[in-house]
Antibody, heavy 115, light 107 residues
């Protein structure tokens, strides 16, 4: 069974940093590109970043470029999102999802940016 | 960036009715189009990928189609468990944009 489990969220002050993790199981993680997708409270879905299976290709939304870094450790079956210079508009539920057209999603982890 | 214009924003339909939701892409995305269903408090679930392919475990009453740069999701006989918010997404080029969503309710 494919499982994606996010962690690392919480309440953080504006300007601070946070690192999210997504542990994958039930499939060969190193064979799949992965995304981070977020959803602000009561809002729609916003794609954040994508990383290819071997980390050769990495893309970001303009809203997070230069502040967020997506990475992965295929030996640990783990996807990461390092978030810096956080803003109130980054407050959202963050999902990791498999493939460009996301066939599996995690349950999400909440990030709240507030003073 | 590719814009995905989704309509309608909300929809109320009767059980067993046929429902259609559309997404208009601002440029050619080929078949890099997916549809997702999100129920309250849950993660989105893939329904359709590659414009027309049904995801595993998705009932056959869901189907996807394309006419040029307009993409459609059809529910052939609406069931009570189909209520939720539906999103389209293009993954032809980054940023992988989503439509704004369609909230589907039972009349």
């Amino acid at each position: 069974e494919v499982q994606l489990v996010e962690s690392g969220g919480g309440l953080v002050q504006p300007g601070r940093s946070l690192k999210l993790s997504c542990v994958a199981s039930g499939f060969t993680f190193s064979n799949y590109g992965m995304n981070w997708i977020r959803q602000a409270p009561g809002k729609g879905l916003e794609w954040v970043a994508y990383i290819s299976s071997g980390s050769s290709y990495i893309y970001y939304a303009e809203t997070v470029k230069g502040r967020f870094t997506i990475s992965r450790d295929n030996a640990k079956n783990t996807l990461y999102l390092q978030m810096t210079s956080l803003r109130s508009e980054d407050t959202a539920l963050y999902y990791c999802a498999r493939l460009r057209l996301a066939d599996y999603w995690g349950q999400g982890v909440m990030v709240t940016v507030s003073s | 960036d590719i814009q995905m214009t989704q309509s309608p924003a909300s929809l109320s339909a009767s059980l067993e009715e046929i429902v259609t939701i559309t997404c208009q892409a601002s440029q050619n995305i080929g078949n890099w189009l997916a549809w997702y269903q999100q129920k309250p408090g849950k993660s989105p679930q893939l329904l359709i990928y590659g414009t027309t392919s049904l995801a595993d475990g998705v009932p056959s009453r869901f189907s996807g189609s394309r006419s040029g740069t307009q993409y459609s999701l059809k529910i052939s006989r609406l069931q009570v468990e189909d209520i939720g918010i539906y999103y389209c997404q293009q993954a032809s080029s980054t940023p992988f944009t989503f439509g704004s969503g369609t909230k589907l309710e039972i009349k």
